[in-house]
């Protein structure tokens, strides 16, 4: 198929070279510098697209990220398909292969489209809330049919072959669009040497430039842009950010920008030339000292009936085309506009060699320059009149011309058909406010030049189109200006630049005309729609006000106005004039809806950038990671360590390769460390090193305990709680010399404890003489613990493992395995145990040479549920399991572990006088023994007095922990009970969710060895 | 004598040492450089690396006597010895970081102490917990820029600067030693993360491993 509608020179493509791509199964061909949209035009394809609610043939309308319309699906295979691409937007390559996204079987002949014919009329604004949403229960079901058959893309099923990532960037001035005011902001902030980043969202900077009529300094327009982007590309201190979108402003100027890196050569990155993989999108995270917007302005179509058939566009897209694509969408025009500028869409469609039919102007004398110039070149211009209908089915056939009385809003004179296969409208220009929205300020009604300008917070500048100047010599002036004023607030005076001399062309004013009268009332006369990506219409907003929606956003959320990828890019502006219309108040009273980010779709990988797969979250490994590896360590998450869970062996009796399970793992480790010898890899406690005069005091006031009396050598466990009295940390705190302490956290708490300790030394008492570091990763930990663990040690130290030198709670210094280690002997499984700490470079060693040693033993190597196993046994808590923020540490029976008559009040002492911590009833920490042995009961099952209360039963506390002991041979738990420590020996009932009820017995925390005997050999 | 304990957690004997990047090395490899290479990463494991903490004026004077140079004059501040071997880093305004080659800063401490005599102050030895990585190439700062939120441009980042900052979704300390030079202190437990992170990102840039 030939491209009918290509021009025979012209426009800023590379006509040397054909690109051949597919749109809905077909092959047509175009040239580099093509968009998708500009070569299906090119190739007379009028029809892009059916629409969202009522399956109309769409076609293209813009040529930029204001597109409605053309949003198509991306992707030659499944797992490049790409959803929501604005076929504007989007580069020809060679190969592309596109399809609409919405239609079947496909957009020509559509079976929806009946659906939607027949269903328009029943399918007023709000429709989904009014029809879906009863019963309630039926939603889910409706939701999955109305997606599937509306649907703007879908995403793809197999694993994205790309890869994407973040770039930081900091810059003092940020300018956002490379059009002539975002060039001459650029050129003016970096010509005094402040740090610029200049972005812009098309394939080629230069922004209106590149479609102008006009001339700077006697040349074309373009030249100009080459020149000073020539220029730019020169300077160090200058990012150049081409197809890249700014598309979320956050707090203090932290802008996203999106940029496509390699979507314009092909659907999934292409290697670099040494064969390395590159990022196909990446997200730009920008910290700038100012920003200027120079984001220009979006041209507002005229609604009027038919307006969305195939074949009406905006008249700046009808220029743009024209003029940098080489292509003209049509053969006869007809111009329907309220303005001067519109009208260069006609002198270009003229020069083009096609038929301007006519230019109607709802302005009874327009007297411009442009004005003119068309009425010299012949054109036909019908004034005080507009286009009141498109007629036409698949694509344009004819306009109705008619007479109108704006004020009155009504048709004054007769109607005239003018035969045509394109119109084109324009209602005036909207400045690009969504990122000034996304600060939250509001943007404010200007009359003069009938739009919304941008609020502006402090640092924020806008410039040229966004600020709501469109003359060429005015905008250029606005971005030199401002460019000035960025960079000197940055600290860099700029003397700016000699601005190129603009051409003085006269442009009349224009009249204020949103929605252009038909000869029926809005509800009755044929669709007039105001967005057209979420088929929202004039009579639906009128509907909306007459049902009593008055605010602008409850009007938005009715109709679905401005709504999901479209934010209200074209339509939001006339919307507001039409709800002001019908609530008789005027566009600023009636308010502006707010835009959110993003300003156009984000890929997910460019969100995500390299955070995924194996980089999600940071993997923490202790020095023993490898060995836990090599010896098949099942592995538990704990913060962001990995911890070995359990050691699955191979099964001894079956020989096929099977493996333990965790429960087998877990019985035969915890035997051996109540027989004979087991190894944690305990490295990840954290560790506290504490120096200072005052360490001993401070440890004093941040521990419920004593720490007066601990002697150098000596260990002692303490308890934290936060100020309001309830457990926050435990661990054991050794005394290495007087000034100084070694403190042990939990795993998950480490870090949170050491910022705990510093906010109360930097804060309340920094005249304390205390510092802490941490030391978590410094030393590796390795704990021996069980009968055989002095045996096993004494072979490969020269510690004194004498019992009655060095004891239970007591520390000591010297070699093991040759290497200098501090040894703890305190036990958090009630065996004997010694916890050897190196410097973590000699981890391996240290480890591997217990186990040559061991090997006779039978030391065994065992993970986390075991310790949580052993430890239950004997009653000692899991800060955070079995407590968690509401639990004192008389809750816990752990009366022993406070210093009541301490002299100085520390952290929680004031809490556990509160009423509500001295009153009877609170849950309290007990031992559950399951009256069935055989039954390991649930963590967290509720816990009742009366199984046989009717529901809702009172519930007295719950289960924390609970597991099958080996030991023991029989389930036990932990559990938290009210008044439970007045209970022992009462029987209580945990009612399951599948209707069983167990009975268990409340029994001492302490399950196995109760005088603590076995710790102390 | 000294109210702290000090322990010397090295040893001279010909014992095995494991760096903490060795278990990266073995499962993640280390590209060679190549001619191609746009970025090199090198580990300076086993360094001997200390905390001092305490008033400025009164280090500064024991690192004068011990070291024969000064603490760094201001905040986010590093300097080096003349034989570029011993560096002090500013980590906050009461902490610095000396890192010295390994098996240096037992004797360092030792001498620290006792120049400090009874000032508020504390040292603590960290050698065993942390890393050093050295990044050069032309785009070394590139790199960067994909993996820490801190500024690196040259204008706000000069040589003799180090900072604490966000790398991906870890902490790592930051400094710049020369022109041409970046280094990266990691913690043991992270540096896996961070190198398997800087292979990924430094893939375009065909990364290269010296080892």
Redesign the interface.
Known sequence: MSQIHRTARGGRIDRNRQLTFTFNGKRYQGHPGDTLASALLANGVAIVNRSFKYSRPRGIVAAGAEEPNAVVQLGASEAAQVPNVRATQQALYDGLVARSTNGWPNVKRDLMGLVGKLGGAFMPPGFYYKTFMAPASLWMTYEKYIRKSAGLGRSPTEADPDIYDHLHQHCEVLVIGAGPAGLAAALAAARSGARVILCDEQEEMGGSLLDSRETLAGEPAEAWATQVIEELKGLANVTLLPRTTANGYHDHHFVTLHERCTEHLADTAPRTANGARQSRARLHRVRAGQVVLATGAHERPLVYAGNDVPGNLLAGAVSTYIRRYGVVPGQQLVLSVNNDYAYRAALDWHEAGREVVAIVDARPAPEGDWVTEAKAKGIRVITGSAVIEAKGAGRVSAARVAAIDIDGFRVTGRVEELACDTVASSGGYSPVIHLASHTGARPTWNDEILGFVPGLVKGVHAAGGANGLYALGEVLASGLEIGVRAAAATGHPSSGFELPSAEVRRDGPQVALFQVPHEKPTLRAPKQFVDQQNDVTAAGIELATREGFESIEHVKRYTAMGFGTDQGKLGNINGMAIAARCLKRSIPEVGTTVFRPNYTPVTFGAIVGRHCGELFDPERYTALQQWHVEHGAAFEDVGQWKRPWYYPQARAQSGNGQRETLHEAVARECRAVRETVGILDASTLGKIDIQGADAREFLGRIYTNKWQKLDVGKCRYGLMCKDDGMVTDDGVTACLADNHFLMTTTTGGAAAILEWLELWHQTEWPELDVTFTSVTDHWATMTITGPEARKLLAEITDIDLDRDRFKFMEWRQGKVAGVPARVFRISFTGELTYEINVQANYARHVWETLFRHGEKYGLTPYGTETMHVLRAEKGFIIVGQDTDGSVTPEDLGMQWCVGYDKPFPWIGKRALSRPDTRREGRKQLVGLRPRDPKVVLEEGAQIVLDPTHAIPMPMVGHVTSSYYSPTLDAGFALAVVKGGHHKLGATVYLPMADGTTHEAEIVSTIFYDPKGERQHV | M????V?????D?A??????L??SY??SGAPTPGP?SQVTIRER??LGHL?L??GAIVLDEAVREVLGMNLPGKPQGLVHDASGERSIQWLSP?EWLLIVPGGEEFDFENRLREALGDA?F?????????TLLELEGPKAR?LL??S????V?P??FPVGKGVTTVF???TAILRRPSDTRWELVL????A??CY??LL??G????IGVVR
């Open positions: 000294s109210k702290a304990a322990f010397d957690t090295r040893t004997a014992i095995a040492v494991e760096s903490p060795a278990y073995r499962r191609h494991a086993f905390i903490r305490g009461d508020r504390a040292i603590v030895n960290v050698g065993g917990g942390q590139e820029m994909k820490v939120v801190y500024d441009h204008d706000h991906a979704k870890a913690r043991r437990s992270f896996d993360y398997r992170w990924d990102a893939e375009e840039y065909a």
